[in-house]
């Protein structure tokens, strides 16, 4: 069935480093989503991508839909520490409902001790 | 700016009671949705609502009932809680768009 692979599951950044993390499927997406979730919240929507090749960007984060349509990467570029939480891609499921979405484990983002 | 408020927090129940979730939201959007988070399953759809007095399935509605009392609230009920319904559920909102923008801060609900 449709699944998300992130990668890396975690990472210690330091602030003012770049990051970046992708997320890849075996099953093509005509949607790729980004949000992120810090503790106790809900997720927040970082960047909808709609189109094959397209390369968007929200402030210090840029995500790139992938030409095959399996796979998308997220980069930040001279993190900062509100960077920190989890990162989750998700794309539409196939035959399902508005909304009903397959998402990623995740790419847990701390800082280096 | 309040955004999407969910109520309550925190909730335990014990099996065979019924609760109801409540959410709101201030931005005028068309569709909210509700979602159950589970450790190592992502967010996973219970319910939605495209539009004001319209609801439809999920991927797991078993278990649950919503109502759209209007363009502002959406509800979720649990009739008859299970211990497989302890999860953490989230509602959600989105206008013009097929996907979910901004969520609650989540409801953490244990049921025993």
């Known amino acids: 069935g449709q699944q998300l692979n992130q990668s890396p599951q975690s990472m210690f950044i330091q602030e003012g480093e770049d990051v970046s993390m992708n997320c890849t499927s075996s099953?093509?997406?005509?949607?790729w989503l980004w949000y992120k979730q810090d503790p106790g919240e809900g997720p927040v929507l970082l960047i909808a991508?709609?189109?094959?090749?397209e390369l968007t960007s929200n402030g210090r984060l840029t995500a790139q839909f992938g030409i095959t349509r399996k796979d998308s990467f997220l980069n930040i570029s001279a993190s900062i520490p509100s960077d920190v939480g989890i990162y989750f891609c998700?794309?539409?499921?196939?035959?399902?409902?508005?909304?009903?979405?397959?998402f990623g484990k995740g790419t847990k983002l701390s800082v280096k001790p | 700016n309040a955004g999407v408020t969910q109520t309550p927090k925190f909730q335990v129940l014990k099996t065979g009671q019924s609760m109801t979730l409540q959410c709101a939201q201030d931005?005028?959007?068309?569709?909210m949705y509700w979602y159950r988070q589970d450790p190592g399953m992502g967010l996973r759809l219970i319910y939605y609502?495209?539009?004001?007095?319209?609801?439809d399935k999920g991927e797991v509605p078993n278990g649950y009932n919503v109502s759209r009392l209007n363009k502002r609230e959406f509800s979720l009920r649990l009739e008859s809680a299970a211990p497989s319904q302890t999860s953490v559920y989230f509602c959600?909102?989105?206008?013009?768009?097929?996907?979910?923008?901004?969520f609650g801060d989540g409801t953490r609900l244990s049921i025993l």
């Open positions: 931005m005028n959007h068309n569709s």
């Open positions: 959600a909102s989105s206008d013009g768009q097929p996907q979910p923008q901004h």
């Open positions: 998700a794309g539409p499921r196939y035959g399902g409902s508005q909304g009903n979405l397959i």
């Open positions: 991508l709609y189109k094959a090749g």
């Open positions: 099953s093509i997406f005509n949607t």
């Open positions: 609502s495209a539009s004001e007095g319209t609801t």
